[in-house]
């Protein structure tokens, strides 16, 4: 074991600056990875904290195109909430920026709350007119403040929609762009939108297209894959 000890140091000696430059990757590499399990651990704390709260799916269901009122699943055992939504991807800019923006927009009943997946408002309320509820992650990160404008690329054109309030969403705690399939902490814009407004915008008639569930204490995932 001494010889070995001694042959490890006269190598590092006479390859001082490579020795160094490993010690250096092992400790970045070392403190990155520490600091990825310290950002899970918050992340999975707060996701908790606001579990109950927020009524977070137990699943999502993507459906065709069609009309919420034949959507009904008040009827079936283990579902505690159920709501429906109109979700569309597309690009959003931003007054005196060229960068187009991914963007997830949310369509949905704009009389109430939503019953499942719901939000905290930083700033603001809910709809008083056609205008868009933005996750307050990419406000922040671009100086956006309430009854600013954002502009919605539809096709070829543009919607010019104004900024109700700044809010906080547990599905966006970690945000991965849905192009990409790469994190994507400042550059993702998530927004809620009253539902025939957004459908007006994209001219998709009276149709949603996800159903969002979450189960009672008496059914889990694992039963529910089961059936």
């Not at 990757?25 to 651990?41: D, E, M, N, Q, R």
């Not at 109430?112 to 905290?120: A, I």
């Not at 309430?146 to 705690?173: H, K, N, R, Y």
């Amino acid at each position: 074991m001494a010889i070995l000890m001694k042959k490890i140091y006269r190598d590092i000696r006479k390859n001082k600056g490579r020795s160094i430059s490993i010690i250096l990757i092992v400790a970045i590499a070392t403190s990155l990875y520490g600091g990825l399990l310290l950002s899970l651990k918050n992340i999975e704390k707060t996701f908790d904290d606001l579990e109950d709260t927020a009524k977070i799916e137990s699943v999502r269901f993507i459906v065709d195109d069609i009309a919420p009122s034949l959507i009904n699943l008040d009827t079936i055992d283990g579902i505690e909430l159920w709501d429906t939504r109109l979700n569309i991807l597309t690009g959003i800019v931003l007054a005196n920026d060229d960068t187009i923006y991914i963007g997830v927009l949310y369509g949905i009943d704009p009389s109430r709350e939503p019953r499942v997946n719901g939000f905290q408002y930083i700033d603001g309320g809910l709809f008083s007119s056609d205008s868009i509820l933005l996750n307050s992650q990419f406000m922040d990160a671009r100086n956006l403040a309430i009854g600013d404008s954002i502009f919605i690329l539809t096709g070829d054109q543009f919607a010019t929609v104004p900024i109700e309030a700044s809010v906080f969403s547990p599905e966006f705690i970690y945000n991965v762009n849905p192009v990409t399939g790469l994190p994507d902490v400042t550059g993702l814009a998530a927004g809620w939108l009253p539902l025939p407004y957004l459908q007006s915008i994209f001219d998709t008639g009276d149709v949603i297209n996800e159903v969002v569930v979450r189960f009672d204490d008496v059914i889990t995932e694992d039963l529910f894959d089961d059936k």
